[in-house]
Each structure stands twice: as C-alpha cells, then as structure tokens.
C-alpha cells in the first residue's frame, strides 16, 4: 500500500442542536479561526428559517439537512494526463467526500448573495436549496452535466 489511511475526524456535538454535521458545517463557514462568531452565524440562520417557513411543519435543522442532501454532489471529474492531452474522467465521490462538497457549495453560495448580513445570506440559501432553487443547486447540477458529458472517458478511471 503506497497510501496511508487517513484517520477519521472526531467532532464534537454542537451545544444546541447535539449534531457532529452541524459542527462540520461551522467549521466550513469558520474565517480565521472565530469559531463563535460562526456558530452566531449559523443559529441566527437557523431563526431566520423559522421565521421564513410559513406552513412547513419541519423545524429548521431539518430544512437545512433536505437542504444540503440536495445540494450534493454524487459524481465529479478528475483531470487525467493520456498521451498528450488532459481529459476529463467522472469519478463517484465517496459519501464523507460529499458531504464536504456539498457543505463547502452551501458556503460559498451563500456568501455571494447580495443579502445585508451572512446569517440572512445563509438562511436564503439554505431555503433555495430546500426548495431545490439557487445557485447552490445551479452549481451541483453542472458538476453533474460535466460528469454526463465526459461518460465516455469512464473507463479510464483510476
């Protein structure tokens, strides 16, 4: 074996929902080490989705979960040297890989929004993508087209 099996992370629970995803969500949306000030972000976000829901009987950590298993990824393309050119090969994503993806895509859509404050940002967004609308589900589908596209070159795979 020429690769060394990386061990698994252990995270501890968030205090108010008692979630391992929710702790690995903060910390993709942690900037400089202000851990707190993200999960202010997150919480704030999660009361704005009470507030946005109107006759949706899930409570908000719910919405957000259906939220980010839509915006997952399942295949994605690697770049492959063959003779003299690059070619692009569909690879399935392993499941912890894709809950990083799709929790990653969450972040940064978000953060390009054109709301005032980053809990609104991220509460709109987390809505988009429970409602299977926003850029969130814009950019998951065009992995998934890249990966359509290059079906060909599946069996080159590594």
């Given at each position: 074996m020429r690769k060394i099996k990386r061990k698994a992370k252990i995270y501890i629970p968030d205090p108010k929902f008692n979630d391992v995803l929710v702790t690995r969500f903060v910390n993709?949306?942690?900037?400089?080490?202000?851990?707190?000030?993200?999960?202010?972000?997150?919480?704030?976000?999660?009361?704005k989705i009470d507030l946005i829901k109107k006759n949706e009987e899930k409570s908000s950590i719910e919405i957000?979960?259906?939220?980010?298993?839509?915006?997952?990824p399942y295949v994605?393309?690697?770049?492959?040297?063959?003779?003299?050119?690059?070619?692009?090969?569909?690879?399935s994503i392993p499941s912890t890989i894709r809950i990083t993806?799709?929790?990653?895509?969450?972040?940064?859509?978000?953060?390009?929004?054109?709301?005032?404050t980053m809990a609104n940002k991220l509460a709109f967004e987390i809505w988009d993508a429970f409602n299977e609308q926003g850029e969130s589900?814009?950019?998951?589908?065009?992995?998934?087209?890249?990966?359509?596209?290059?079906?060909?070159?599946?069996?080159f795979r590594f």
């Amino acid at each position: 074996m020429r690769k060394i099996k990386r061990k698994a992370k252990i995270y501890i629970p968030d205090p108010k929902f008692n979630d391992v995803l929710v702790t690995r969500f903060v910390n993709h949306l942690m900037k400089n080490g202000k851990k707190s000030l993200a999960y202010k972000i997150f919480y704030s976000a999660m009361n704005k989705i009470d507030l946005i829901k109107k006759n949706e009987e899930k409570s908000s950590i719910e919405i957000w979960k259906s939220g980010l298993k839509n915006v997952t990824p399942y295949v994605e393309v690697k770049s492959r040297r063959m003779g003299g050119s690059n070619i692009k090969i569909p690879v399935s994503i392993p499941s912890t890989i894709r809950i990083t993806k799709a929790m990653k895509i969450l972040v940064t859509c978000a953060s390009i929004r054109n709301e005032k404050t980053m809990a609104n940002k991220l509460a709109f967004e987390i809505w988009d993508a429970f409602n299977e609308q926003g850029e969130s589900i814009k950019r998951k589908e065009n992995i998934h087209k890249m990966a359509e596209a290059n079906k060909a070159f599946s069996h080159f795979r590594f």
